[in-house]
């Protein structure tokens, strides 16, 4: 791999393989970055170990690599681990792909984040079962800094398209990054919220149609703002599925801009892993497990917008709801979770 030139001003990011500077530079991850965490790879290819199991491993065996070269009386005399598991540990064909995915994260500027690592969201390290390691694609420097979870409907209204347009644009603007899954509806529109926070201090708006003539209005219709990615916020993705693909097809290119704007997307999830439905809800624990608070727009009686909350509560974070068409069958798990308790807000500041 030839390497690229460097002028001094670039030498502080020549081990930040993902920041949005390399990454327009076209700058590839270093062989030895990617090589380097190959234990951590493999480990997050064994199937059926879930993270508290992994963690348990860890303590007893400090790192990885060690796990990796266990011979199979070893394996027996841990607790809990059953024989099928100790063949997925032993497994020589996982061994020898770990291989095919550091090729391919050092093609597509994917990296992996330990969570022995500092740039691993910290407080994400406080929930039951956090990940021990997250695949990354972009910059990595913004996991640590003040996000909220924006969730909701995939079959959004109009209403909640904008009011998660709305919330996403006011609170990034004011440099909290939007935590969403990239999915239809509500988390799309959070992320196109985001992405376009700093639109107005470069392009000129029309009479009435400025961010701050909507900005008391989160039932606005139409936010001619957001469509445009000249400039842009941070918004972080949480997929259920691996980094070598983007689900749902459709948000290739927004994934392409947050990432290019400075944005990132996450998994727990190794290359591979199809977006079967039993990965998202613990997607949606990491949604509300790396943010301060989570804002629900929209959600139907039973919904997966839910089990976020329900993640939220258990992991101490702020619940935030916006109200909805009481007619709206939308809005009824929204509606309850007030009745409940749940904070209302209809302005982006009320969250502060």
């Known amino acids: 791999m030839k390497s690229q030139k460097m002028n001094k001003n670039d030498k502080k990011c020549e081990t930040n393989q993902t920041c949005p500077s390399c990454l327009k530079k076209g700058r590839k991850l270093k062989m030895t970055d990617v090589r380097e965490k190959k234990y951590w790879i493999w480990l997050s290819l064994i199937p059926n170990l879930g993270s508290k199991k992994k963690q348990e491993l860890l303590k007893l065996y400090e ?81 640590n800094q003040k996000s909220i979870g924006i969730v909701g409907c995939r079959e959004a209204t109009e209403y909640g398209k904008s009011a998660a347009k709305y919330f996403g644009y006011h609170l990034s603007k004011r440099n909290i990054n939007i935590v969403s899954g990239l999915a239809k ?51 972080i993705a949480v997929l259920g599925n691996g980094l070598d693909m983007i689900y749902p097809k459709e948000n290739e290119f927004l994934a392409k801009k947050m990432i290019e704007k400075g944005g990132a997307i996450l998994s727990e999830y190794p290359l591979g892993t199809k977006p079967d439905k039993m990965n998202f809800p613990a997607r949606n624990r990491i949604i509300s497990g790396m943010s301060q608070g989570i804002l629900v727009v929209e959600a139907k009686e039973k919904s997966g917008t839910l089990i976020t909350v329900d993640f939220a509560l258990e992991q101490g974070r702020d619940v935030f709801i916006v109200p909805g068409n009481i007619n709206s069958i939308h809005s009824v798990g929204t509606n309850r979770l007030i009745q409940q308790g749940a904070k209302l807000v209809t302005h982006y500041s009320e969250i502060f």
């Open 185 to 235: 509806g509500v988390d799309s529109y959070a992320h196109i919220g985001a992405t376009c926070a700093q639109m107005e201090e470069n392009t000129p708006q029309k009479r009435g149609n400025s961010p701050q003539a909507n900005e008391n209005n989160p039932q606005t219709s139409s936010y001619p703002h957001v469509d445009n990615f000249k400039d842009c916020g941070k918004t």
């Open 63 to 143: 790192n990885p690599e060690v796990i990796y070269h266990l011979e199979e009386k070893e394996l027996l005399d841990v607790k809990g681990i059953g024989e099928k598991t100790i063949k997925n540990i032993l497994d020589k064909s996982i061994k020898d792909s770990v291989e095919k995915h550091m090729e391919y994260m050092i093609r597509n500027n994917i990296d992996i984040i330990s969570i022995e690592e500092q740039e691993y969201p910290q407080i994400l390290k406080e929930i039951y079962d956090p990940p021990i390691s997250l695949y990354c694609k972009g910059d990595r420097s913004i996991l």
